[in-house]
């Protein structure tokens, strides 16, 4: 009389065996993340992106602020692993970084298309704010926000960011920049909210600046906002390079002054830009 016991028709797979499975999985997941961290391809992985065109430090929060495809992608790709340095990560974004370089090239910012650049803020706004009240602000925000932007959009002027109560601008021409300030300050002449009118400022410089993701950055921007510092409330402040570039015709035009503002070149001079005093 036989026994059942040990009749089987093949092995049995029991806890042993998916621990060793397990066990080999893990040994080549730890075998992939030392390859992917491996200091002499990541090494060469950072090389290649040196040789290649385009900004070799493409992926950091700075030039992938834009909307673009290969912005967004490589919005993606900079946040897989972002604990340890992957070479996984560096190819891909090398791969961006000639996709950005190419885009830049076919027409869509390669930094050296000179653009006219507009900053505003609000002079004395700050101080309101602190016993408006957050209802106050924000509505007063608001509707700033609307009529400045008008005027920027209606001037074919394109918004780079915008700078709480102010913000960065680029056009094709100086004419738009100081026609688009100009509305503004119109507009916001119709502009109150509990009694505070706003009173803007602002400054336009004509440069070639570095497109860097959605932002642009470098010495003709930072020369823009010194400009619009310089400004007092109500003014516009054009930079003598701006102004060649403009109908004198079409608008009156201040004494020339010369900017002592930190950063600013040493012999940049400003002038200030109004309408027409109606008769």
Known sequence: MGSDEGDTDGPIHGPVDSSREADRLARLRRAAVRFDSGAGLLAAARGLRRRLPGDERFGDPLSTAGDAPFQLIARSVSSLRPERESVVKELGLAGLQVWQSLSETAGRGAGKDELALLFTDLVGFSSWALSAGDAAVLS??????????AAVVAHDG?????????????FLSVQDAVEAALDSHDALARVSVDGYRPRMRAGVHWGRPRPLGGDYLGVDVNI????????????VLVSEVALSRIDLAAVTVGRSRRLKAQGAPRGLRVVEVSRHARE
């Open 158 to 170: 394109r918004i780079v960011k915008r700078l709480g109560d102010g913000l960065m601008a680029t």
């Open 140 to 149: 007063l925000l608001r509707e700033v926000g609307v009529v400045v932007e």
């Open 224 to 235: 823009a906002a010194r400009v619009a510092d310089a400004a007092k409330a109500d003014q």
